[in-house]
């Protein structure tokens, strides 16, 4: 059977014209007959009714929660449809019963991949409709806004002219009042929304994990390392898309978490990251002291129940002081924005490397992916990292490097970093500036970042790319990159001019970026190219011979649940006793609230994030009205020698203090504070 019924779509646009087809055990629908379908569903465990209010309606309400809603033109051809439904599933529960005897004797493999696509199904099927909706309510505030804005000015420009009755101003008042319950109402709806999608992931995620128990199926993601199988899972991603198009090119079509159930092994060897250990001889490239063993874990695990929403943060705000108000705690993951800097040297040997390779153009090729895979750390469902204190610092040290940073301005906030090896020397600030854009915010990274390569004394220069947070409001929040990166060779005038390309549609384009390795002269020597997130390869453009610059590592077990960590991220505050005893007062693995979150003590966390943060705003207040100016402990602001701009170049004395255990000259930041 099939023909046109009317649809209910969503409360903006409300009920539409489906042409609706129902074939054997299958039901699907499209805008007109003969267009792209929509919806492709099996009747079999649907439940079918007629309206009990409305007899010209009936709905249909699958496994798992989904319901559609139709109505017929009369009462007579609305039961017509229902008894072809009902037929159509009579018949899909009869085949059913012999796909069931056939099931018994398939393959325990080919079963666990038939229950891998139904969960991806059924978790792109949500993530879709949430994306619909998060638009749809998006646009909601938007022409809010816009409304509330015209008739402030309507009813000013109205008060301003002469003549104007007295009761075009009251309706003009009363438009007004709407205006504003309007707006509450909407609030409280998006409240209510809120709720309601967490109700239904929660609902999802107990249907998925119920799957996998009667599986046998374990819940940690799976990590492949053999080449054969990593093919099968890629078969199998493909497989389970969804049939319906518009759902393909969706932005939210796939979600980050899937990724993690595909991901291969790096083919090269795997480096793991090293552990934070004693003072390194970096001179002689020997470590002076035991390095530590790394952690594959934390303390306790992300609260996955935890809603992290722009609305949740509206509700806590309700009756506050919004010039004293601090962002929850459990915005944040337990790292802090200093320890953000030091993840970029994940990918350290990418560094080392370039400071062995003879060939001068895979050198800049190097670099640039060094640039490029630091973003691969912040790839995931990230959360907000603790901001620093002015004065803190941090240090990470291991047998292969040495990197310290220093919060070292408050207003604007800059962390002024500096890292050295055997191969190289790399310094750069952490200074953006940020644009909100509604739904977004956008970070534009100020300054370069300098290295020096020892072997081959030569200096290079690169920017960082364009950062966007997206959906920080609707939808699934991730990050993009844009905009260009130099790395510029000072001795040679050789460069790398990298192009870092927008997320599109589909969520298969997030990461891409390509460009070229040029000489002095402006010929093309090398192709760069890949994903900040996945891998990076260089292509000589004479020979077309290539080389893999980067992979990703492998990512721990249970990643989601480790706030999105990769291997390198778990170590950056990781305080074992032996490093307790050589740290000073301001470093921030010694912060109490971050060190409370970790240990999954919230409350704790939350009253000592809002203790610091006021003695930082009374500590501001005394310097300023002192007349004081702060000056970095181990920083001075001054002209690069180099780059001949002004930066923050690191004095060297913090390793000698170290040494020492002399710290009588630093605040005791996270107690009594420094004034």
């Given at each position: 059977m099939e023909g046109i019924l009317t649809k209910w779509t969503n409360i903006i646009s409300r009920w539409k014209k489906r042409y609706v087809v129902i074939e054997k055990d299958k039901f699907t629908y499209c805008k007109k007959k003969g267009g792209a379908i929509q919806g492709t569903y099996t009747l079999k465990d649907a439940k079918i009714e007629i309206d009990s209010k409305k007899p010209k309606r009936f709905y249909i309400r699958f496994l798992g929660g989904e319901t559609l809603h139709f109505k017929a033109p009369d009462v007579k051809e609305n039961e017509k449809w229902v008894k072809a439904l009902k037929d159509a599933k009579g018949q899909t529960e009869k085949v059913a019963k012999t796909d069931h005897e056939e099931l018994a004797g398939v393959p325990s493999d080919k079963m666990q991949v038939l229950k891998s696509q139904l969960i991806s199904i059924l978790r792109n099927r949500m993530l879709n409709e949430s994306s619909k909706l998060n638009k749809n309510m998006l646009g909601i505030f938007t022409l809010q806004e816009q409304l509330e804005g015209f008739v402030s000015e309507l009813k000013e420009e109205l008060g301003a002219c002469k003549g104007i009755p007295p009761s075009a101003l009251e309706k003009a008042e009363k438009i007004q009042s709407n205006t504003k319950e309007l707006k509450a109402k909407i609030q409280a709806a998006a409240l209510e929304i809120e709720d309601a999608k967490a109700d239904v992931t929660n609902t999802v995620k107990d249907i998925i994990s119920k799957t996998k128990e009667g599986s046998k199926v374990s819940d940690k993601p799976k990590q492949v390392s053999d080449p054969e199988e990593k093919k099968g899972g890629e078969k199998t991603r493909k497989e389970s898309k969804s049939q319906d198009p518009e759902e393909d090119s969706s932005e939210e079509n796939s979600s980050f978490y899937d990724e993690v159930f595909y991901d291969a092994v790096s083919e090269g060897?795997?480096?793991?990251?090293?552990?934070?250990?004693?003072?390194?001889?970096?001179?002689?490239?020997?470590?002076?002291?035991k390095e530590l063993d790394i952690r594959t874990t934390l303390p306790v695990k992300r609260n996955a129940r935890q809603k992290v929403s722009f609305w949740t943060m509206l509700k806590d705000m309700i009756g506050k002081d919004l010039t004293r108000v601090s962002l929850p705690v459990y915005f944040n993951e337990p790292l802090g924005l200093l320890q953000k800097a030091a993840?970029?040297?994940?990918?350290?040997?990418?560094?080392?490397?370039?400071?062995?390779?003879?060939?001068?153009?895979?050198?800049?090729?190097?670099?640039?992916?060094?640039?490029?895979?630091?973003?691969?750390?912040?790839?995931?469902?990230?959360?907000?990292?603790?901001?620093?204190?002015l004065g803190e610092t941090y240090e990470y040290v291991t047998d292969r490097y040495r990197f310290f940073c220093e919060q070292v301005t408050h207003h604007p906030p800059v962390s002024a970093c500096h890292c050295e090896s055997k191969n190289y020397v790399i310094y750069f600030n952490t200074q953006v500036t940020n644009r909100f854009w509604g739904n977004s915010i956008e970070f534009r990274p100020l300054g370069k970042t300098f290295l020096h390569l020892k072997k081959f004394n030569e200096d290079y220069t690169f920017n960082r790319p364009i950062n966007c947070t997206q959906n920080i409001i609707f939808g699934k929040l991730y990050l993009d990159l844009s905009g260009e990166t130099v790395v510029e060779n000072l001795k040679t005038g050789d460069k790398c001019v990298v192009k870092f390309r927008t997320k599109g549609w589909s969520s298969s384009s997030l990461g891409n970026l390509d460009g070229f390795v040029f000489n002095k002269a402006g010929e093309k020597m090398y192709e760069v190219k890949g994903k900040w997130c996945d891998s990076i390869w260089a292509t000589e453009v004479k020979t077309g011979d290539s080389t893999l610059l980067w992979k990703k590592f492998p990512l721990p077990d249970d990643w989601v649940n480790l706030y999105c960590f990769t291997m390198h991220s778990l170590q950056l505050n990781y305080l074992p006793e032996s490093l307790k005893k050589v740290l000073p007062p301001t470093d921030t693995r010694l912060r109490p609230d971050q060190r409370a979150y970790e240990n999954g003590d919230i409350k704790l966390a939350s009253s000592e994030k809002n203790r610091l943060e006021e003695k930082q705003r009374e500590a501001r207040k005394i310097m300023e009205k002192n007349k004081v100016v702060y000056k970095p402990a181990y920083f001075v602001y001054t002209l690069d020698p180099v780059t001949k701009e002004q930066t923050y170049l690191f004095t060297g004395k913090y390793w000698s203090d170290r040494e020492k255990q002399n710290w009588k000259h630093l605040p005791d930041l996270y107690q009594l504070f420094y004034l």
């Amino acid at each position: 059977m099939e023909g046109i019924l009317t649809k209910w779509t969503n409360i903006i646009s409300r009920w539409k014209k489906r042409y609706v087809v129902i074939e054997k055990d299958k039901f699907t629908y499209c805008k007109k007959k003969g267009g792209a379908i929509q919806g492709t569903y099996t009747l079999k465990d649907a439940k079918i009714e007629i309206d009990s209010k409305k007899p010209k309606r009936f709905y249909i309400r699958f496994l798992g929660g989904e319901t559609l809603h139709f109505k017929a033109p009369d009462v007579k051809e609305n039961e017509k449809w229902v008894k072809a439904l009902k037929d159509a599933k009579g018949q899909t529960e009869k085949v059913a019963k012999t796909d069931h005897e056939e099931l018994a004797g398939v393959p325990s493999d080919k079963m666990q991949v038939l229950k891998s696509q139904l969960i991806s199904i059924l978790r792109n099927r949500m993530l879709n409709e949430s994306s619909k909706l998060n638009k749809n309510m998006l646009g909601i505030f938007t022409l809010q806004e816009q409304l509330e804005g015209f008739v402030s000015e309507l009813k000013e420009e109205l008060g301003a002219c002469k003549g104007i009755p007295p009761s075009a101003l009251e309706k003009a008042e009363k438009i007004q009042s709407n205006t504003k319950e309007l707006k509450a109402k909407i609030q409280a709806a998006a409240l209510e929304i809120e709720d309601a999608k967490a109700d239904v992931t929660n609902t999802v995620k107990d249907i998925i994990s119920k799957t996998k128990e009667g599986s046998k199926v374990s819940d940690k993601p799976k990590q492949v390392s053999d080449p054969e199988e990593k093919k099968g899972g890629e078969k199998t991603r493909k497989e389970s898309k969804s049939q319906d198009p518009e759902e393909d090119s969706s932005e939210e079509n796939s979600s980050f978490y899937d990724e993690v159930f595909y991901d291969a092994v790096s083919e090269g060897t795997f480096i793991p990251p090293s552990a934070p250990g004693e003072h390194l001889a970096i001179k002689e490239g020997k470590s002076t002291g035991k390095e530590l063993d790394i952690r594959t874990t934390l303390p306790v695990k992300r609260n996955a129940r935890q809603k992290v929403s722009f609305w949740t943060m509206l509700k806590d705000m309700i009756g506050k002081d919004l010039t004293r108000v601090s962002l929850p705690v459990y915005f944040n993951e337990p790292l802090g924005l200093l320890q953000k800097a030091a993840e970029c040297f994940e990918n350290d040997y990418l560094l080392d490397k370039a400071g062995t390779e003879s060939n001068p153009y895979l050198r800049l090729a190097y670099i640039a992916a060094f640039n490029a895979s630091q973003y691969n750390a912040c790839f995931g469902d990230k959360l907000k990292p603790f901001n620093p204190i002015l004065g803190e610092t941090y240090e990470y040290v291991t047998d292969r490097y040495r990197f310290f940073c220093e919060q070292v301005t408050h207003h604007p906030p800059v962390s002024a970093c500096h890292c050295e090896s055997k191969n190289y020397v790399i310094y750069f600030n952490t200074q953006v500036t940020n644009r909100f854009w509604g739904n977004s915010i956008e970070f534009r990274p100020l300054g370069k970042t300098f290295l020096h390569l020892k072997k081959f004394n030569e200096d290079y220069t690169f920017n960082r790319p364009i950062n966007c947070t997206q959906n920080i409001i609707f939808g699934k929040l991730y990050l993009d990159l844009s905009g260009e990166t130099v790395v510029e060779n000072l001795k040679t005038g050789d460069k790398c001019v990298v192009k870092f390309r927008t997320k599109g549609w589909s969520s298969s384009s997030l990461g891409n970026l390509d460009g070229f390795v040029f000489n002095k002269a402006g010929e093309k020597m090398y192709e760069v190219k890949g994903k900040w997130c996945d891998s990076i390869w260089a292509t000589e453009v004479k020979t077309g011979d290539s080389t893999l610059l980067w992979k990703k590592f492998p990512l721990p077990d249970d990643w989601v649940n480790l706030y999105c960590f990769t291997m390198h991220s778990l170590q950056l505050n990781y305080l074992p006793e032996s490093l307790k005893k050589v740290l000073p007062p301001t470093d921030t693995r010694l912060r109490p609230d971050q060190r409370a979150y970790e240990n999954g003590d919230i409350k704790l966390a939350s009253s000592e994030k809002n203790r610091l943060e006021e003695k930082q705003r009374e500590a501001r207040k005394i310097m300023e009205k002192n007349k004081v100016v702060y000056k970095p402990a181990y920083f001075v602001y001054t002209l690069d020698p180099v780059t001949k701009e002004q930066t923050y170049l690191f004095t060297g004395k913090y390793w000698s203090d170290r040494e020492k255990q002399n710290w009588k000259h630093l605040p005791d930041l996270y107690q009594l504070f420094y004034l």
